[in-house]
């Protein structure tokens, strides 16, 4: 079964430097998504960005970018330039491929890591 | 990106009671999502609603428990049932979006059970 994994329960940046958030899955798979979701405190839960697996390009969106590492399953989440706005707890999520038995893409969530954003 | 709207945003219950939370989403969908959040841990799918079908439920979760409706290609329901304070969680609905089938989620419904 797939499973993923963030290893950080928190982490805390200082305004305007950079942090990387960790996560790690585990797939038999070879063509999935990965997404990165951001839910602030108390509101709603946003994508950040998104990565096809099989495309070897690192997916970058403003000031986020991901480093992907097909071959040891790695997925991490780099905040550039971190902002108070980014406070939030971050979900990493894998994509099942195949369809479910309902239909649809299954999606697998980590645990999350809490983004503090320190003044 | 969706437009998802919850109803309640939050309630309190007691214990044994029931509760029905609304999701409406601003164009037709033909899959609804529920997931449940449990404090301090990830998203947990509870079902799958498909419009003029029964709901397609996950493993450890059953109908008596969490009845949904699907009326329409914009609106369900989950119901919560004979609550008990294991039930306390952010209820989360969602739909799939874009090329990518991205997960859209609404801004969740709070629940705490005394």
């Known amino acids: 079964a797939q499973t993923v994994t963030q290893s950080q329960p928190e982490m805390s940046v200082q305004e305007a430097e950079t942090v990387t958030l960790s996560c790690t899955y585990d797939?038999?798979?070879?063509?999935?998504?990965l997404f990165w979701y951001k839910q602030p405190p108390s509101r709603q839960m946003i994508l950040v960005i998104r990565?096809?697996?099989?495309?070897?390009q690192n997916a970058t969106e403003n000031r986020f970018s991901v480093n992907f590492q097909k071959a040891a399953k790695s997925f991490s989440l780099k905040i550039s330039d971190s902002q108070l706005g980014d406070a939030a707890m971050y979900f990493c999520?894998?994509?099942?491929?195949?369809?479910?038995?309902?239909?649809?893409?299954?999606?697998?969530f980590g645990t999350g890591t809490r983004l503090k954003v320190l003044a | 990106s969706a437009v998802i709207s919850q109803k309640p945003s939050r309630d309190i219950c007691q214990r044994g009671t029931s509760l029905t939370i609304q999701c409406q989403v601003d164009?037709?969908?033909?899959?609804m999502f529920w997931y449940r959040q449990q404090p301090g841990q990830s998203l947990t799918l509870i079902a799958t609603?498909?419009?003029?079908?029964?709901?397609?439920?996950e493993s450890g979760f059953v109908i008596d428990k969490f009845p949904i409706s699907r009326p329409n290609l914009t609106f369900s329901t989950l119901t919560v049932s004979n609550m008990s304070p294991e039930d306390s969680s952010i209820y989360l609905c969602?739909?799939?979006?874009?090329?990518?089938?991205?997960?859209?989620f609404g801004p969740g419904t709070r629940l705490t059970v005394l």
């Open positions: 999520a894998y994509r099942n491929p195949l369809l479910s038995t309902s239909g649809t893409y299954k999606y697998i």
């Open positions: 990565q096809e697996a099989y495309k070897q």
């Open positions: 797939t038999s798979e070879s063509d999935y998504y």
């Open positions: 164009s037709q969908v033909t899959m």
């Open positions: 609603a498909n419009q003029g079908s029964e709901a397609t439920y």
């Open positions: 969602s739909v799939e979006r874009g090329s990518y089938n991205e997960q859209f």
